[in-house]
Nanobody, 120 residues
């Protein structure tokens, strides 16, 4: 069974930095896209950043220049380096992976989320 586990959330002051990590475990043949989404209170979940297995990246306009997504394919891990954090970045951050599991079934998997709180 595939699981995604996020770590690295917490409380930080505006202007500070945090690094999120997400590790995919279980029976996995291959992972295509891995990404980070976030959901703030009262808002819909939105894409923050994503990266494919070949290194193509995509960012939300609101985080361009401040956040960097990276990936270690050998470790099935994706990272999100968040710099110059703003109170508007406060949200639960979810990891997502599109992958082929050990039974050759494709699927999209989600982590349980990690809370990032940015104080002003």
């Amino acid at each position: 069974q595939v699981q995604l586990v996020e770590t690295g959330g917490g409380l930080v002051q505006a202007g500070g930095s945090l690094r999120l990590s997400c590790y995919a475990s279980g029976s996995i043949l291959s992972i295509n896209t891995m990404g980070w989404y976030r959901q703030a209170p009262g808002k819909q979940r939105e894409l923050v950043a994503a990266t494919t297995s070949t290194g193509t990246t995509d960012y939300a306009e609101s985080v361009k220049g401040r956040f960097t997504i990276s990936r270690d394919n050998a470790k099935n891990t994706v990272y999100l380096q968040m710099n110059s954090l703003k109170p508007d970045d406060t949200a639960v951050y979810y990891c997502n992976a599109d992958l082929i599991d050990g039974s050759y079934y494709p699927g999209a998997y989600w982590g349980k989320g990690t809370l990032v709180t940015v104080s002003s």
